[in-house]
């Protein structure tokens, strides 16, 4: 199992942007399949974004059109571009990886095979 590391979580005012970044812990590893996901304490773990390694994205309703999901590095990185976020969006962010496609549908967290530990967000009104 490959560790996923997340960073740029912080906290800003609602209106603000953040950009979270995840990569494995050790190595470069090409990935074909990345997610992203968010918790609040006491509700199950939303997806929230995806991307294939040919760049098809995929994204829920309640971040279409403020967050943008992007790959770098030769697809070894993985980006979350979050704008206009609101306190709604408070939360720890996740972000999951796998080598294979993810066939161009929104992927379940077990299904992915590496994950990160999460960075948090906090957003105030």
């Known amino acids: 199992q490959v560790q996923l590391v997340e960073s740029g979580g912080g906290s800003v005012q609602a209106g603000g942007s953040l950009r979270l970044s995840c990569a494995a812990s050790?190595?470069?590893?090409?990935?074909?399949?990345m997610g992203w996901f968010r918790q609040v304490p006491g509700k199950e773990r939303e997806a929230i974004a995806a991307?294939?390694?040919?760049?098809?994205?995929l994204y829920a309703d309640s971040v279409k059109g403020r967050f943008a999901i992007s790959q770098g590095n030769g697809k070894t990185t993985l980006y979350l571009q979050m704008n206009n976020l609101q306190p709604e969006d408070t939360a720890m962010y996740y972000c999951?990886?796998?080598?294979?496609?993810?066939?161009?549908?929104?992927?379940?967290?077990?299904?992915?095979?590496?994950w990160g530990r999460g960075t948090q967000v906090t957003v105030s009104s």
């Open positions: 050790e190595y470069s590893y090409i990935w074909n399949c």
């Open positions: 991307i294939e390694g040919d760049g098809r994205t």
């Open positions: 999951a990886a796998r080598i294979v496609r993810c066939g161009g549908v929104s992927r379940p967290w077990d299904w992915y095979s590496s």
